[in-house]
């Protein structure tokens, strides 16, 4: 009887860890991002600011090689802020939503130019098909190393001017691009489950369109000032919503 009682306990403990698993699995494979048809979708749109006092200034890179390529400094692009205080290269974006327009299939680029990442910041779509070609327009070698939460995505050598390397980008967050070679290089692509984020240009302006009728949390990201929550922002069927990113 002791022995039947060990082995049901057993069945049911590995019942219950099966059933967890599986719901566990649910849970992860429904919060997929969902395709559908968009129509009369709303928008929202805006601009993002330094609101605090005196604007940081950028930095300025000191090249330790190939300055008779690339000089002998380049600006970092951490703090590109105009004389309004308007910032360029903000990520704005959707936090949670499940479904919407379909995934655009251009993939993401990332060049190799005068010993810099160009762009230095943009955004992309992460998932199954979602690709980010790697490039090196330069007649020196570089390598391109790619973090995500300090994890290794990718860590390609371009060695030749016109290398390039396509790889799939499956997951999602803030990417982090380096050059081992050149430790001066660094750029970002933030990489969304889904096609809702936007990037902020020169004027501190950004859209993001054809989104369904809804509430959505909408939240903002800059590689100096960090990431900062915009609030929950109510989108009508073909209407557009305005907020504006504030960062001190």
């Given at each position: 009887m002791k022995k039947f009682m060990v082995v049901l306990i057993a069945i049911v403990v590995a019942f219950?860890?099966?059933?967890?698993?599986?719901?566990?699995?649910?849970k992860k494979k429904k919060s997929k991002y969902k395709v559908i048809e968009v129509t009369d979708?709303?928008?929202i749109s805006g601009m993002a600011v330094f609101a605090g006092g005196t604007p940081p200034k950028d930095e300025v890179l000191t090249l330790t090689s190939e300055q008779s390529l690339c000089g002998d400094?380049?600006?970092a692009r951490k703090y590109i802020i105009n004389g309004n205080n308007e910032i360029?290269?903000?990520?704005?974006?959707?936090?949670?939503?499940?479904?919407?327009k379909a995934i655009p299939n251009s993939p993401v680029v990332i060049d190799n130019i005068k010993c810099a990442f160009e762009p230095h910041v943009s955004v992309g779509v992460s998932g199954k098909s979602s690709t980010a070609i790697i490039k090196n327009s330069d007649p020196v070698f570089h390598n391109t190393h790619s973090y995500i939460k300090g994890r290794t995505m990718f860590n390609l050598g371009l060695p030749d001017q016109g290398s390039q390397v396509e790889k799939?980008?499956?997951?999602?967050?803030?990417?982090e691009v380096k050059c081992d070679s050149h430790p001066w290089m660094k750029g970002y692509v933030f990489f969304a489950p889904h096609p809702y984020s936007s990037l902020t240009d020169a004027a501190g302006k950004f859209s993001i369109e054809?989104?369904?009728?809804?509430?959505?949390?909408?939240?903002?990201?800059h590689e100096?000032?960090?990431e900062i929550e915009l609030g929950k922002v109510t989108v009508a069927a073909g209407k557009a919503t305005s907020v504006k990113a504030e960062f001190n």
């Open positions: 219950a860890f099966i059933s967890e698993t599986d719901a566990k699995k649910k979708g709303g928008s400094t380049l600006p360029k290269n903000v990520v704005v974006y959707l936090d949670g939503i499940k479904k919407g799939k980008m499956r997951k999602p967050g803030i990417m054809d989104i369904p009728a809804g509430s959505y949390k909408v939240k903002a990201w100096g000032f960090g």
